[in-house]
């Protein structure tokens, strides 16, 4: 039974779709569902839509899809969970939420982030949907891997997995507060074991940026871990030109990563 809401006040057709709506938990609607559930008209489903939209009890998300709110959610209406947006933009899949997102999520971080950052193949945008920063950024094909999929809410929604956060996190490491930061997070997290050591070597070997290649190699090198199990780095850097993380040539050079090691330089490698 719907509440009466004085700064929401329903027509006979409003009143029966938000009952509806409301009955089957819908927290996504479509105009597809809308047509299917009642029936409407294209112009009277239009003047509906708009309608609801006014009262805040359907929030676009993009053309022809809507967050619904129940009348219960009162005047301001009720967020929703902001994973469940990105799989509505990439029916393909081609997506992954990752970034400082995923920072926050494997536990990387305590700051909270404002930005939902969302990697694809197709769209490059900013965007507040339903009252939440999404930042869809475009990159290549061949940097859509080491992904998961994780419930949220009976929604499938891809992400980074744990490893492939720990690669982004070195190569965007600026909401953490710069490359040192990061180090130290990539180290404390590959110490205290709370990652596949070797699915994380293989996310690094291939990852295209060269540099963050060799920087997880001298890491990983620096914390014990076995050529055996750097294998693949260490092949995915063979046949590389010389690399500097300062601009600078003065320092060691390391033969295994093709890398000069500055040690008096206050950049970790």
Known sequence: MLHYNTSKTLG????????????????IVTVEDLDQ???????????????????????PIKRGVYAFSPLEAGPEGTGIDELLIPPLFFPRKDYYVGYSTMFNY??????????VYV???TLRMERVICGISYKFLRIPENRIYGREIIKVKNTDV???SKERTLVDILYFNKPV??????VRIFKQVVEEKKCDIKKLVQCAARFPNITT???????????????TILSPLI???EKTALSSFTGSRKGTLNKKWKAIVNPSANVQP
Not at 14 to 27: A, C, G, H
Not at 106 to 115: A, D, V
Not at 220 to 227: C, F, N
């Open 12 to 27: 006979p057709i409003e009143t029966n779709i938000v009952s509806r709506l409301t009955y089957e938990k819908k927290l």
């Open 37 to 59: 559930l009642f029936k409407l008209a294209p112009e009277n489903r239009k003047q509906v839509v708009f309608r609801l939209k006014r009262k805040k009890i359907l929030t």
């Open 106 to 115: 494997y536990g990387f971080s305590e700051q909270l982030f404002q930005t």
């Open 119 to 121: 990697l694809n193949t």
């Open 158 to 160: 891809l992400v980074s």
């Open 177 to 182: 507060g710069g490359i040192n930061s990061a």
């Open 213 to 227: 290649r060799k920087r997880i190699g001298l890491i990983l090198d620096d914390l014990g871990i076995t050529d």
């Open 235 to 237: 092949k995915s850097v």
